[in-house]
Antibody, heavy 126, light 112 residues
Framework: QVRLQQSGPGLVKPSQTLSLTCDIS??????????WTWIRQSPSRGLEWLGR?????????DYAESVGSRVSINADTSKNQFYLELRSVRPEDTAVYYC????????????????WGQGTLVTVSS | DIVMTQTPLALSVTPGQPASISCKSS???????????LYWYLQRPGQSPQLLIY???NRFPGVPERFSGSGSGAYFTLRITRVEPEDAGLYYC?????????FGQGTRLEIK
């Protein structure tokens, strides 16, 4: 069973960087049949995909245009973790942030997001 | 971005009665590989979304048989044959064939 455990601060000041960690158990961050995704949820925007990283002989990164150049998602194979950084945050970035796994084990060409972390409420406020 | 429209936005159901939720996509979700990339999730209060149905009609392991999915192209339905109290929460559809993946706005199921 895959488990994703999130950690990180719940309060970030405007213009600063939001940083969250997702610790993986039951799978490998360098799996060639998975991708590692961040999604957020807010009352105003609903569920919004932010981006993902995955390993296929090298690391790939795929980010949503809605957060554009402000977002980075990286992985640490030695810790079996992946990370979200969202820079220059503003109050509208206040949301519950989730890490999740995209599974490709059944030969699916597009993502099947199956397991989610517990969620972290991040409030952007001074 | 692809717009996913769910109806109704809320429903109230007596335990043991059926429930049905629709999801309409602004474009077809069927790929040339023959698969249709439409998913259903349940988010119970205070919890993360959990996968119920993948690729329109396949139950994720551990999901009770009372949940079923159907549809094709751009029109999809999630059905619960006999609602139980633990089925309360928000139901979302999601597509992943068009980038970025997008979600429906959610349907709140209340148990009477």
């Amino acid at each position: 069973q895959v488990r994703l455990q999130q950690s990180g601060p719940g309060l970030v000041k405007p213009s600063q960087t939001l940083s969250l960690t997702c610790d993986i158990s039951g799978d490998s961050v360098s799996s060639k049949i998975a991708a590692w995704t961040w999604i957020r949820q807010s009352p105003s925007r609903g569920l919004e995909w932010l981006g993902r990283t995955y390993y296929r002989s090298k690391w790939y990164y795929d980010y949503a245009e809605s957060v554009g150049s402000r977002v980075s998602i990286n992985a640490d194979t030695s810790k079996n973790q992946f990370y979200l950084e969202l820079r220059s945050v503003r109050p509208e970035d206040t949301a519950v942030y989730y890490c999740a796994r995209d599974d490709y084990a059944s030969g699916n060409y597009f993502a099947q997001t199956d397991f989610w972390g517990q969620g972290t409420l991040v409030t952007v406020s001074s | 971005d692809i717009v996913m429209t769910q109806t109704p936005l809320a429903l109230s159901v007596t335990p043991g009665q059926p429930a049905s939720i629709s999801c309409k996509s602004s474009q077809s979700l069927r790929h040339t590989d023959g698969r249709t990339y439409l998913y259903w999730y349940l988010q119970r209060p205070g919890q993360s979304p959990q996968l119920l149905i993948y690729e329109v009609s396949n139950r994720f392991p551990g999901v009770p048989e009372r949940f079923s999915g159907s549809g094709s192209g751009a029109y999809f339905t999630l059905r619960i044959t006999r609602v139980e109290p633990e089925d309360a929460g928000l139901y979302y559809c999601m597509q992943t064939i068009h980038r970025p993946r997008t979600f429906g706005q959610g349907t709140r199921l209340e148990i009477k």
